[in-house]
């Protein structure tokens, strides 16, 4: 199981992407934790695992184009912060 399976058993998490299944992992990232709920969350650790979650993370931080809504970046810094 990848993390592309978790938008396309639920594509309305990327709804306006003309073809889902080809985002990489810190955009798949960007849109579960934006959109989805936390059993979507909860989910993408599962298969990636939270050390590389939180890696993916942090790097869309710095990257100069990131989509995360002010709420959502300060509560996943915080919670990838407190664990590990």
């Known amino acids: 199981m990848t993390v592309n399976t978790i938008i396309k058993n639920k594509p309305y998490l990327a709804w306006y992407v003309k073809d889902p299944e080809k985002l990489s992992e810190k955009s ?5 934790l934006n959109y989805g709920n936390w059993d979507d969350v909860q989910q993408f650790i599962s298969i990636k695992g939270l050390a590389e ?4 993370f942090k790097q869309s931080l710095i990257s100069e184009r990131t989509n995360y809504s002010p709420e959502i970046k300060s509560y996943f810094s915080r919670y990838f912060n407190r664990t590990l």
């Open 28 to 32: 798949v990232l960007e849109h579960v």
């Open 53 to 56: 979650t939180k890696s993916l």
